[in-house]
């Protein structure tokens, strides 16, 4: 299990690259957080957006 988050700085991509560097897909579970925050706080679109940037990374 890795919990990652934004505001772990490079959490997020230094999980996915230890994952993409391993010889075998492994069963990992990734628990992560997303934050739609300031004027956004609250805007579904942004919430989206933060969680598919997250995808991208891990």
């Known amino acids: 299990m890795a919990d990652t988050s934004p505001l772990y700085g490079s959490a997020e991509v230094s999980v ?3 994952l ?6 492994p ?8 934050w739609p925050t300031g004027e956004y706080l609250g805007y579904e ?3 989206v957006a933060s969680l ?6 891990i």
């Open 16 to 18: 996915g690259a230890f």
């Open 20 to 25: 993409a560097g391993l010889p075998e897909e």
């Open 27 to 34: 069963e990992v579970l990734v628990a992560n957080k997303i």
């Open 45 to 47: 679109s942004h919430a």
């Open 52 to 57: 598919e940037q997250s995808r991208l990374r």
